[in-house]
């Protein structure tokens, strides 16, 4: 194959041209349909993110009201799907729940076998509105507690906070400063041009599969803790700093040994070679939810100093190693009363608007071809057959 170009991890492959997120790595910057994060995240509803990177504008008062309406319409999940939680063992990854479970609802809601283009909005937003009923129901279920259904008078992130800390004998208050930080995070996440997760969406639905299985996919891709993964791993690695005394060299080395398969969590990034603008305001955010809720994580002291440490060393200067969004997401969603084995869970719910829209752009664009990579075959020549009597 004279043509063949070998690009491992495909470092400098461009596998299609889009209009939806615009990455500066070099100078730090990262714009959702032309409009900057950092006005995103400080000015809009996440719903109003997701329209956007749906439909390629931001939403006016009554696009949004009709968008709000669809994902009211669509809360629920069918009664059905609950019973599929009951057969998970009680550990289960809620990363696998969650993949299976959105990949189920193929069976339950087919209208996108008939015309998967012509029902996008409504398919959109069954998933956008059924992703976070699906997550919240699998953690009650994990902790034995009755389930709490969506209320259509709480917003979208609002709604999601009741489903997962209501009970029935202590009723959660949905303060808005916890609303607030929840919708900044979900908006941070919400696209990432093409990434590993959103390249596995774009990969099966290149071969003409459906949405749900494309984003279950997607989901499975995440789950990797070299991409959303990290922000548990992130979490799992400052507690393990915190228990060894703060021993920081002692991690710092185990990143630099080649022989040693550890890595700094939540440090580096395949586009970032200065830091990730997400990273930045979840950073600064950090201490105001903090104090707002009364919560002193000795984890974010760890996390500042590793930060520090990192930033001054030069294995890490010398190959652009920053903190990136993983890095203090973590100490957000802990603060909030996220179970760590959830982090990833809330990096899917951020990052779904963002699958679907770059679903929909593959599927739309007429140059769209199977994703069939090729390689560079280093196995045996061509060798003789030899029968299973005379195998030695
Ligand atoms: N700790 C120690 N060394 C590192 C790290 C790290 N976190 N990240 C990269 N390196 C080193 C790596 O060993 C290599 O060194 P050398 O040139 O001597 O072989 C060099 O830096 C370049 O790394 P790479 O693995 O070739 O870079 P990549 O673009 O293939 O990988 C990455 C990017 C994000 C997978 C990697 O930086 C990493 O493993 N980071 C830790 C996991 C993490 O935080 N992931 C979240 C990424 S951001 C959000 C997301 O996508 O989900």
Known sequence: TGYTVFDTGYKNSASCSSTITFLDGKKGILRYRGYAIEDLAEK??????????????????????????????????HEDMIHFFDKFPPNASPMSILSVMVNSLHNFYPEMSADPLENIDMTASRLISKIRTIAAFSY??????????????????????????????????VLPEVVAAL?????????????????????????????????????????????GGANEA??????????????????????KDKNDPFRLSGFGHRVYRTFDPRGKIIKDACD?????????????????NLEEIVLNDDYFVSRNLYPNIDFYSGIIYRALGIPTNMFTVMFALGRLPGWIAQWREMREDKETKIYRPRQIYIGFPARKFVSLAERS
Request: aromatic share 8%; net charge neutral; glycine share 6%.
């Open 234 to 255: 992130v979490i799992q690695m400052l507690e393990a700093i915190h228990k060894d005394n703060n021993d920081y060299k002692k991690y710092i080395a185990k990143a």
């Open 288 to 304: 105001g939810i903090l104090s707002v809720l009364n919560v002193q994580d000795p984890l974010l002291d760890i996390a500042r």
């Open 183 to 227: 919708n900044k995070l979900l908006i941070l996440h919400a696209d990432h041009e093409q990434n590993c997760s959103t390249s596995a969406v774009r990969l099966v639905g290149s071969s003409g599969g459906n949405l749900y299985a494309s984003i279950s996919a997607g989901i499975n891709a995440l789950w990797g803790p070299l991409h």
């Open 140 to 173: 009650k279920k994990s902790i034995g507690q009755p389930l709490v259904y969506p209320r259509n008078d709480l917003s979208y992130c609002g709604n999601f906070l009741n489903m997962m800390f209501n009970t029935p004998v202590r009723p959660y208050i």
């Open 44 to 77: 809009c509803l996440f719903i109003e993110v997701a329209y956007l990177l749906l439909h390629n504008k931001l939403p006016n008062r009554e696009e949004l009201e009709s968008f709000r309406t669809l994902l009211e319409q669509h809360a629920l999940i």
